[in-house]
């Protein structure tokens, strides 16, 4: 079967270098060789995420580290805000782990807004908040910077960001920011295999976690960070993606870092105006429209199933026809990971022909 | 770097095939071909298992579904059968998960006794019980079908296996065992890299999950069941794995699973010998050795780091120096997966010179 290349807001494309670093034979993760692969990742992570603090990589998805946070971190009550199928999800999460937990419900596709979480983080009932700052089922990414600023005032909340599809397609600073854990799928903008998640901790965080009895052993912040200190995981790891990142690293900082956010914002404004320009609209509201993919309003009822038969079939590519409540009624184009420009404008040249083709 | 062969019990030398399989280009996790792949994996699995229940794959290593075991199924009291440095941390594993939890610990290289087990859930004061079949750090194999039918007098009792480094080097029977949880490590006998786990659950365990509420979702049972039953997984999986495995599954039924246990039983049978002709003893209790690798007294006082220099030097293979309160006393001989008994006889030879040179 041909290779169809992955337009989808995750798992994405995976360069032929990466799935061949990812595939290099096994060394003991109790070994010279593991220790020597993790101290030479490691201060290239804290560089990518700006931080002092350890930087560590989960054998899970996200999933396993938003969970974590909630059972490292939460005694008292959550704040779970609310704006797509991810995010609601965290509220579900959190109850399912036996925590107390409280709705910050916007409507798909609105910003989650700074002073709505003042406003009950104010009430003093809160030890933490979960932030999806990109929401992929939507496209809509959350006004970071201003939630950031609200949350200085409270130093007794633990700030948990899900950075999952935005991080590495632009600057995320982990420590101006005051986060307390922040999370990055492997699959998405950092373009590589599924199945790994890199996190930071504060300080603070750390700190909390040791007061909490039953936060587990697989996910215990504070194993991961015993353990790092010498190099090592606190369980067997996914060495094969310590390899795959270890490549990727070697990517970002060759390409640099400033002309990657600014290639991914390239991309994303040709996206949207691509949308725009064909009649259709933006599902996010106007000014948070995400920077790693474009969320599509199928105002032209557009028959996307049929538009991706046209582009697997003709250019071996597929692109994303909605999620969860809003599928169908959006689709989706993912420029995460290491699409160029060029790349970008070709796949909205090839969804013309398939738009076209589709008879919309 | 000249590959050095792992003879170390996990993560075990990994074959070209696998990893080939293991870098096929991602797909999208909720697609048809995702599905199409898990779909031909699933009976498979479920005759590897001998099981008819549903068999899973979970993103994380072992310890994170022998932490899901314990948060899934345990409301009153799990009794952890400990006799090495991996079943002895369950238990502590299971106070972290805020579980009340009772140790029934043996000296290390000591079997866990049927009728120890029966004396202690007698009390009534036991819902589940963790067992690990083949204790990796001392190559002990715990009499699991006599423990087993002790099982069968105590329908209320949850009964979790961890077969981490036996499964697939001898045929351990789901159904028939009557077991609740059995747990399997992708980098052991199962010769793929790290970074998964597979288990089955029985429909007892179903029902007791679904009674306990702050079960958490990442490893949520009735999730991956649900999942499962449209050939999906509840979270972004390790989609490579899944394509290793498959690759895997082939290579087992192609040799056939009884020539597979055949082959490692001779493979154990000859380290033993060779071990005991060579003036060593063998760890674990006569009668309970595993069967997957070889713990080695060091009776001899070979100072192992030396063989080991020499093995990879000359060779391009190690062996592993004992783990745990026991390193350097002990060493281990892994003959899991893949190796053929004329790999493991050279390995012998190789052994021999490199205690030569070692100068004992």
Redesign the interface.
């Known amino acids: 079967m041909a ?2 290349k ?1 337009f ?1 807001p ?5 360069s032929e270098k990466t ?2 670093a ?2 290099t ?5 109790r070994s010279k ?1 593991f220790q020597a692969l993790y101290a030479e990742i490691k201060p290239r992570l804290q560089e990518l995420f700006v931080t002092k603090q350890p930087v560590f990589v989960s ?6 580290v938003m ?1 974590g946070a909630i ?1 490292n971190l939460v005694s008292k009550k959550v704040l779970n805000c609310m704006s797509g199928a991810f995010s609601d999800k965290w509220f ?2 959190a109850k ?3 925590k107390a937990a409280e709705a910050y419900q916007v409507e798909w596709g609105q910003p989650i807004l700074a002073e709505e979480i003042d406003k009950r983080l104010a009430t003093g009932e809160f030890d933490a908040i979960t932030l999806i700052h990109n929401e992929t089922s939507t496209g809509t990414m959350n006004p970071l910077w201003e939630i950031a600023a609200v949350l200085r005032k409270y130093p007794d909340v633990q700030f948990i960001v899900d950075v999952v599809s935005s991080f590495s397609a632009m600057n995320i600073p982990f420590d101006e920011l005051g986060i307390d854990v922040l999370l990055a ?1 492997t ?1 998405k903008a950092l373009a590589m ?4 998640c890199l996190f930071a901790v504060s300080e603070k965080a750390f700190a909390k976690a040791a007061t909490i ?6 996910l ?1 912040f504070l194993e991961f960070r015993k353990n790092a200190e010498s190099d090592m995981t ?8 310590f390899y795959a990142l270890r490549s990727k690293l070697d990517d970002f900082f060759t390409e640099g870092l400033e002309n990657r956010y600014a290639r991914h914002l390239a991309n994303a404004k040709l996206a949207r105006a691509w949308a725009l320009d064909r009649g259709f609209e933006l599902f996010p509201a106007a000014g948070y429209e995400s920077v790693s993919l474009t969320c599509v309003k199928n105002t032209r009822n557009v028959d996307i199933p049929k538009v991706n038969a046209h582009l697997k079939k003709t250019y071996s590519c ?1 692109i ?1 026809g909605g999620y969860g409540k809003i599928k169908g009624t959006t689709f989706r184009l993912s420029h995460m990971g290491d699409e160029s420009t060029e790349n970008i404008r070709l796949l909205l040249e090839w969804m013309d022909d398939a738009i076209k083709v589709a008879g919309a």
Chains 1, 2 share one sequence.
């Open positions: 290779h169809i992955l989808i995750g798992p994405i494309e995976v799935l061949r990812f595939a034979p096994m060394v003991g993760h060789e054998t899970t998805s996200a999933w396993g969970e059972r579900d999460v399912k782990c036996g799928g699959q295999p599924a199945g790994a009895k039953d936060r587990g052993y697989y215990d606190p369980t067997t790891p996914s060495i094969s993606h597929v994303d």
